[in-house]
């Protein structure tokens, strides 16, 4: 069973930085494309950023391109979100997700919630004005 647990959250005020980290185990043997979504208060689950297995290949969503930056070191099991110029819209609940290892990493895939069998339990950042 893969476990994922996410960290670095908190309060920052606008225009701060955050670096939150998605450490994983169970899972020998198995490298996943990697993902972040997050959820703001009375919304839904959206895509963030995602990385491929080896960290050659990022994506973002539009809302964070440019002052975002996914990467990972896979030595520690660990995928990294680094969000900077933060926007009191950045405020939800982050989660981190492996993707299926049957699925390539592409733009119709990473997106969708269903194709990510192991979540995280979040970890809550408020950007404050």
């Known amino acids: 069973q893969v476990l994922l647990v996410e960290s670095g959250g908190g309060l920052v005020q606008a225009g701060g930085s955050l670096r939150l980290s998605c450490t994983s185990s169970g899972h020998t043997g198995t490298v996943y494309a990697m993902a972040w979504f997050r959820q703001a208060p009375g919304g839904v689950r959206e895509f963030v950023a995602a990385i491929s297995w080896n960290g050659g290949d990022t994506y973002y969503a539009d809302p964070v391109k440019g002052r975002s930056m996914i990467s990972r070191d896979n030595a520690k099991n660990t995928v990294y979100l680094e969000m900077n110029s933060l926007k009191p819209e950045d405020t939800a609940v982050y989660y981190c997700?492996?993707?299926?290892?049957?699925?390539?990493?592409?733009?119709?895939?990473?997106?969708?919630?269903?194709?990510?069998?192991?979540w995280g339990q979040g970890t809550q950042v408020t950007v404050s004005s």
């Open positions: 997700g492996a993707l299926s290892p049957g699925l390539p990493l592409t733009t119709a895939t990473m997106t969708q919630q269903y194709n990510y069998p192991y």
